[in-house]
């Protein structure tokens, strides 16, 4: 890859980048296929002129080897890094909303694809801010920005050194921290979900790590009726996150 491109992330799609054009986040430059002067990528160029931001038409292949993803749909724009938060960041969003806080913490999701779908839900869903651990996780890059329709333009994302030491801190500020667990005989839907809560999803292959799991206040778990008896984690992760959507609605 041309070195251009190393200290830079890519945001690639073009649902995916009109709404990172519309979230009005720094873009350094967006590059265009040649030939593509139709329909989304005709809107595409436009906000971006309207914005002033750089747009450089290039030969579709070159295009194409500089994307991360599969299917950039000929358009990459180049973003400085991933502007990850701060767990404070977090706690004043549900505060300056006037909402007690809604937080996601994920345990060793190391699938760019379970990533981007989890923070697409989260965004639907009006959770404040998703938590991640520096180690054994995926980091926000093109493949989970692609994944979560753009969601992670507006969504906070905290990367952590510690998760246990985060989960105190969160404690220490009166969030109740809720685990999702098999090996557990209380269902989601009769915790009660209205106040401070965080959610914690845990690994497909592994769930939580155990000290994630003593730290938890409370475990739950989605019945399982078939023979199958594990979700992906981006589909579990929805589902409670719409249980706590629904307690708080009503």
């Not at 906000?47 to 070159?62: C, H, M, N, Q, S």
């Not at 078939?226 to 009503?250: C, D, H, P, W």
């Amino acid at each position: 890859m041309n070195d251009e491109y190393k200290y830079e992330d890519q945001v690639e799609g073009r649902n995916s980048v009109i709404e990172l054009i519309e979230s009005g986040k720094d873009i350094n430059k967006i590059y265009i296929a040649k030939g593509e002067k139709h329909g989304s990528i005709t809107k595409i160029i436009a906000k971006a002129k309207e914005k002033k931001i750089v747009t450089v038409e290039i030969e579709r292949d070159k295009l194409n080897k500089m994307a991360q993803t599969e299917n950039p749909q000929g358009v990459i724009a180049l973003v400085p890094p991933f502007n990850y938060c701060s767990v404070d960041d977090i706690l004043n969003e549900a505060k300056s909303k006037h909402e007690k806080a809604f937080i996601l913490i994920l345990d060793g999701i190391e699938d760019p694809h379970n990533l981007g779908s989890i923070i697409r839900t989260a965004e639907t869903a009006g959770v404040h801010g998703v938590i991640i651990p520096k180690r054994r996780s995926a980091s926000v890059n093109s493949t989970v920005n692609k994944t979560s329709a753009g969601a992670t333009s507006f969504m906070k994302i905290a990367r952590v050194n510690n998760l246990n030491e985060t989960i105190q801190y969160l404690k220490d500020n009166d969030v109740w921290i809720y685990g999702t667990d098999m090996n557990t005989d209380k269902m989601y839907y009769d915790e009660d979900m209205k106040g401070n809560i965080a959610i914690v999803i845990g690994s497909e292959g592994f769930g939580m790590s155990r000290l994630v799991k003593e730290n938890c206040d409370f475990l739950i778990k989605i019945p399982m009726k078939g023979k199958i008896t594990s979700l992906n984690a981006s589909v579990s992760a929805g589902i409670v996150m719409y249980e706590v959507v629904k307690q708080r609605e009503i």
